[in-house]
């Protein structure tokens, strides 16, 4: 129950491309890429509703530099991708709708310490170029590390919020989350 706004307009009852169109991306956990699609089809993909083709095909060279490995895969059908080429192209699909506001739902899960490392870099790159994150993600620390804004949810509710660097610093947290 409730109302979904986004930059003050509810969003509640438009359909997935509306929601698009207003300038939101998901990344879903398990990154719902298409396995059957390469790489760049999967870029493609979601670019349905632009026109812009000279802006695609700049904006597919931005993505091809955030995530390099993806440039050499652009062949590779997304299925075959490791577990972190995946999550990358994820991300890159998102950024491919030139969305104002990312949401990454759990975007470490099952990957290596060091892709976690790699996501959660190139992700604050995308947020310092001018891309909101709504992130939600159970590896707190480095969630905390890369916020701006953090919040604590048990069960649904809210129980603290602050910086990112309040929150890693609360005892309560420290106890529960960071060990």
Do not use: C
Not at 1 to 9: A, S
Not at 130 to 151: I, K
């Amino acid at each position: 129950r409730g109302e979904i706004r986004f930059e003050g307009r509810p969003i509640q009852r438009l359909s997935p491309a509306g929601i698009v169109a207003r300038g939101l991306a998901q990344v879903p956990e398990g990154r719902g890429i298409f396995g059957t699609l390469t790489v760049e089809e999967n870029l493609t993909l979601a670019t349905w509703s632009r026109r812009d083709r000279r802006e695609i095909r700049a904006d597919r060279g931005r993505v091809f530099d955030l995530f390099p490995r993806l440039a050499e895969r652009r062949r590779q059908l997304g299925g075959t991708l490791s577990g972190g080429e995946q999550q990358m192209l994820a991300i890159a699909r998102a950024l491919m709708t030139r969305a104002r506001l990312l949401l990454l739902d759990e975007p470490s899960m099952g990957l290596s310490p060091l892709l976690v490392r790699d996501i959660f870099r190139i992700l604050q790159d995308i947020n310092r170029a001018g891309t909101s994150l709504l992130l939600v993600e159970q590896n707190a620390r480095m969630a905390l590390n890369a916020a701006a804004r953090g919040y604590v949810l048990e069960t649904g509710r809210l129980v603290l919020q602050g910086t990112g660097r309040e929150l890693a610093n609360h005892p309560r947290v420290k106890e529960a989350y960071l060990g």
